[in-house]
C-alpha cells in the first residue's frame, strides 16, 4: 500500500529559528515527490518538486532533500518568520505503469507554530 | 491570470442532501483532480478528469461523481450526504497528466449537518 508519513505530527518554534520537518514513502514507482504549504482553511500552494534523479531543491528560506534510497525527504525552514506558521504536506507521485499513474499520495502533514 | 477557482466557498447542507461543487481550472489546463480534506488530515484523491475523460477514481462511494466540461471546468457532486462528508473539498489543474506540477484552488469547505 502507498503511504506518506510525515513527522512530527506539529512544531512549536520561535521566530527567527531554523526547523526540519520529515517525510518517510512507500510509495512505488515513484515519480516525484512534493512539499506544499498549507494555511489554515485554505489549498496548498507548492514549494518545491524532486524527481527521483535530483537530491536538493531550494525555494527562498526552504531547502527540500530527497533521498530516493531510503525514501525519505526533508523540509528544512531557515530564518522562520511568523507567516511560516501552517501545515506543510509532504506528497508522492505514483511513477508510470497502471491506472495510476500521476496519482499523489498525501502525507498527514506537519502543522508549524511560529512564535515571536 | 486568475488560479484556480471553486465555487461556493462555504456550504452547509442536511444529511440525504446533495451537493454539487464547482471548479474551473488554469487557463490552458487539461487537467482538473478532486481531493477531500477532512480536518486535521491530508487531502485525499477523489477523481481525476483530463481531456473530459475520468482518469483515476480513489477509494469513495458512488455518492460521489464528476465530470468535466468541454471548456475543463470540473464538477463535484455527492449525493446522499453523511455527516462524514464534511470536508474541504479541493480542486487542483494541471497542464496534463502524470509529472505536471498541480495547482490547488481554495476549496470548498462543506459543512453536513
Known amino acids: 500500500k502507498n503511504q506518506v508519513e510525515q513527522s512530527p505530527q506539529s512544531l512549536i518554534i520561535l521566530e527567527g529559528k531554523n526547523c526540519t520537518l520529515q517525510?518517510?514513502?512507500?510509495?512505488?514507482?515513484?515519480?516525484?515527490l512534493r512539499w506544499y504549504k498549507q494555511d489554515t482553511g485554505r489549498g496548498p500552494v507548492s514549494l518545491t518538486i524532486?524527481?527521483?534523479?535530483?537530491n536538493t531543491k531550494s525555494n527562498g528560506r526552504y531547502t527540500a532533500t530527497l533521498d530516493a534510497d531510503t525514501k525519505q525527504s526533508s523540509l528544512h525552514i531557515t530564518a522562520s518568520q511568523l507567516s511560516d506558521s501552517a501545515s506543510y504536506i509532504c506528497?508522492?507521485?505514483?511513477?508510470?505503469?497502471?491506472?495510476?499513474?500521476?496519482?499523489?499520495?498525501f502525507g498527514q502533514g506537519t502543522i508549524l507554530t511560529v512564535h515571536p | 491570470d486568475a488560479g484556480v477557482t471553486q465555487s461556493p466557498t462555504h456550504l452547509i447542507k442536511t444529511r440525504g442532501q446533495q451537493v454539487t461543487l464547482r471548479c474551473s481550472p488554469i487557463?490552458?489546463?487539461?487537467?482538473v483532480s478532486w481531493y477531500q480534506q477532512v480536518l486535521g488530515q491530508g487531502p485525499q484523491f477523489i477523481f481525476q478528469?483530463?481531456?473530459?475523460?475520468?482518469?483515476g477514481r480513489g477509494n469513495f462511494p458512488d455518492r460521489f461523481s464528476a465530470r468535466q466540461f468541454p471548456n475543463y471546468s470540473s464538477e463535484l457532486n455527492v449525493n446522499a450526504l453523511l455527516l462524514g462528508d464534511s470536508a474541504l473539498y479541493l480542486c487542483?489543474?494541471?497542464?496534463?497528466?502524470?509529472?505536471?506540477?498541480?495547482?490547488f484552488g481554495p476549496g470548498t469547505r462543506l459543512t453536513v449537518t
Open positions: 487542483a489543474s494541471s497542464p496534463g497528466q502524470g509529472r505536471h506540477e498541480q495547482y
Open positions: 517525510c518517510n514513502y512507500t510509495v512505488s514507482p515513484f515519480s516525484n
Open positions: 524532486m524527481t527521483f534523479s535530483e
Open positions: 506528497v508522492v507521485s505514483v511513477g508510470a505503469g497502471g491506472t495510476s499513474y500521476g496519482k499523489l499520495t
Open positions: 487557463s490552458g489546463h487539461k487537467s
Open positions: 478528469y483530463y481531456e473530459k475523460e475520468e482518469r
